[in-house]
């Protein structure tokens, strides 16, 4: 008897003759993940992707821990796998279910015919199977709404499968399957959250931090380190830029009016940004605003900060509230880790009354008070590279 694990396709069906594409990237992206824990067989059909464990010992579990984080995957299952016959698929039953059932007083088998030339329908399969069960385990009942066990018994093309109620995974489509983007990544909760969802949308993400050293410290940047570490876990590897900030900071305290503080800076990294993407080929800008969240997230302050961009600027969390982005980093896991308290170079000069509605002609004569222009390319020319992944 071997289990396995099944991966169900989202939207992934939907896709028409694309399909062999995304079907490809999901199958790399599980293998690259599940590589480092043994030998696996990945196939794909009817729909599903098939995890097969080729060696004894594999940590099974977190196999599929790993696979459940894998986007374009909607719901997964361990399952045992076996003839397709109904003296066998009972004895997984009782090998699978035997102890749950034992101790259980309801229970329901969900049967799913996916190849219809098997000789049960579906209620045909969950009735006959049903009855075996109860004339083996004397003291449970069926109950279709509300039963403390599920036996859920999947007739396949190749095989017949037995499992319980499968669960959600990432949902999505595979990364891979829609472009790179360059995440502006803070230490904070909003822009590892928009990282993940575009990545949810299958972009390949790479992230860009600016510090500000001495006042912003080495911890700092370990901590934004780690919260790309985390992302991985769903975005896949990510090459991840480090960009010194602080001279660019100092002369705009020292020659532009406080007010604008805020703003000129959100123009420099997006200029930066968007040379560091245009070296990388990289596609489009990503960040962690949320319309009216902070004084620099007004729509007035979008438009001054998009007036310097020429790829698109992607905004996922644009709409969410607070506690929604935050719902969103719990389930990633990394909100755990953006609200450990390390600066961040945005609060290192902030205006004491910064501009809620800025022009953006007011925005653009204030930061002529300076040339930048040196300073960005030197910026980006001083810019670290190195790539992230969790394993
Ligand atoms: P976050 O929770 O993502 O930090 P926030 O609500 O604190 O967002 P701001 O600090 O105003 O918002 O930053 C807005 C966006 O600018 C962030 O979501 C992020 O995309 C980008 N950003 C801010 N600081 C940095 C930084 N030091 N390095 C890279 N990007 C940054
Ligand atoms: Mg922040």
């Given at each position: 008897?071997?289990?396995?694990?099944?991966?169900?396709?989202?939207?992934?069906?939907?896709?028409?003759?694309?399909?062999?594409?995304?079907?490809?990237?999901?199958?790399?992206?599980?293998?690259?993940?599940?590589?480092?824990?043994?030998?696996?067989?990945?196939?794909?059909?009817?729909?599903?992707?098939?995890?097969?464990?080729?060696?004894?010992?594999?940590?099974?579990?977190?196999?599929?821990?790993?696979?459940?984080?894998?986007?374009?995957?909607?719901?997964?299952?361990?399952?045992?796998?076996?003839?397709?016959?109904?003296?066998?698929?009972?004895?997984?039953?009782?090998?699978?279910?035997?102890?749950?059932?034992?101790?259980?007083?309801?229970?329901?088998?969900?049967?799913?015919?996916?190849?219809?030339?098997?000789?049960?329908?579906?209620?045909?399969?969950?009735?006959?199977?049903?009855?075996?069960?109860?004339?083996?385990?004397?003291?449970?009942?069926?109950?279709?709404?509300?039963?403390?066990?599920?036996?859920?018994?999947?007739?396949?093309?190749?095989?017949?499968?037995?499992?319980?109620?499968?669960?959600?995974?990432?949902?999505?489509?595979?990364?891979?399957?829609?472009?790179?983007?360059?995440?502006?990544?803070?230490?904070?909760?909003?822009?590892?959250?928009?990282?993940?969802?575009?990545?949810?949308?299958?972009?390949?993400?790479?992230?860009?931090?600016?510090?500000?050293?001495?006042?912003?410290?080495?911890?700092?940047?370990?901590?934004?380190?780690?919260?790309?570490?985390?992302?991985?876990?769903?975005?896949?590897?990510?090459?991840?830029?480090?960009?010194?900030?602080?001279?660019?900071?100092?002369?705009?305290?020292?020659?532009?009016?406080?007010?604008?503080?805020t703003l000129?800076?959100r123009r420099?990294?997006m200029?930066?940004?968007?040379?560091?993407?245009?070296?990388?080929?990289?596609?489009?800008?990503?960040t962690?605003e949320s319309l009216g969240q902070v004084a620099s997230q007004t729509m007035a302050a979008m438009v001054t900060t998009d007036a310097v961009c020429?790829?698109?600027v992607f905004r996922?969390c644009i709409g969410l509230?607070?506690?929604?982005?935050?719902?969103?980093?719990?389930?990633?896991?990394?909100?755990?880790?953006?609200?450990?308290?390390?600066?961040?170079?945005?609060?290192?000069?902030?205006?004491?009354?910064p501009k809620t509605k800025p022009q953006l002609?007011d925005v653009?004569?204030?930061?002529?008070?300076?040339?930048?222009?040196?300073?960005?390319?030197?910026?980006?020319?001083?810019?670290?590279?190195?790539?992230?992944?969790?394993?």
């Amino acid at each position: 008897m071997k289990e396995l694990i099944l991966c169900k396709y989202g939207e992934i069906v939907l896709k028409g003759l694309n399909r062999g594409g995304f079907e490809n990237e999901l199958m790399k992206n599980v293998r690259r993940r599940i590589k480092p824990l043994g030998k696996f067989n990945l196939r794909s059909g009817q729909s599903t992707l098939y995890i097969e464990p080729l060696e004894d010992g594999i940590d099974m579990d977190e196999v599929f821990e790993r696979a459940s984080k894998v986007y374009g995957i909607t719901k997964l299952c361990r399952a045992i796998g076996t003839e397709k016959n109904l003296d066998a698929i009972f004895e997984v039953v009782c090998e699978r279910f035997g102890e749950a059932l034992e101790n259980a007083r309801s229970f329901k088998v969900a049967a799913k015919r996916s190849d219809k030339n098997f000789y049960l329908t579906s209620p045909e399969l969950s009735a006959q199977l049903g009855g075996m069960i109860l004339s083996k385990f004397h003291h449970l009942k069926v109950d279709l709404f509300e039963p403390e066990v599920t036996v859920v018994c999947e007739i396949r093309d190749e095989g017949a499968f037995v499992h319980d109620i499968a669960v959600d995974g990432a949902g999505g489509i595979p990364v891979g399957t829609s472009g790179n983007g360059l995440l502006l990544l803070s230490g904070g909760i909003d822009s590892p959250v928009a990282g993940c969802m575009m990545a949810k949308r299958g972009v390949i993400v790479s992230a860009v931090h600016f510090e500000a050293p001495p006042y912003t410290s080495e911890r700092a940047l370990m901590k934004v380190e780690r919260l790309a570490e985390k992302m991985s876990e769903f975005c896949g590897r990510i090459t991840f830029y480090t960009v010194p900030f602080t001279k660019i900071q100092e002369e705009i305290r020292n020659n532009c009016p406080e007010e604008y503080f805020t703003l000129i800076m959100r123009r420099q990294m997006m200029r930066i940004a968007q040379r560091l993407a245009e070296k990388n080929g990289l596609q489009a800008l990503i960040t962690g605003e949320s319309l009216g969240q902070v004084a620099s997230q007004t729509m007035a302050a979008m438009v001054t900060t998009d007036a310097v961009c020429e790829i698109p600027v992607f905004r996922p969390c644009i709409g969410l509230d607070k506690k929604e982005i935050i719902d969103i980093s719990y389930k990633l896991g990394t909100f755990d880790i953006s609200i450990e308290p390390y600066e961040d170079c945005c609060t290192v000069f902030t205006p004491r009354h910064p501009k809620t509605k800025p022009q953006l002609k007011d925005v653009e004569e204030a930061e002529a008070m300076f040339d930048f222009e040196p300073l960005i390319s030197e910026a980006v020319e001083n810019t670290r590279v190195k790539n992230i992944k969790s394993y």
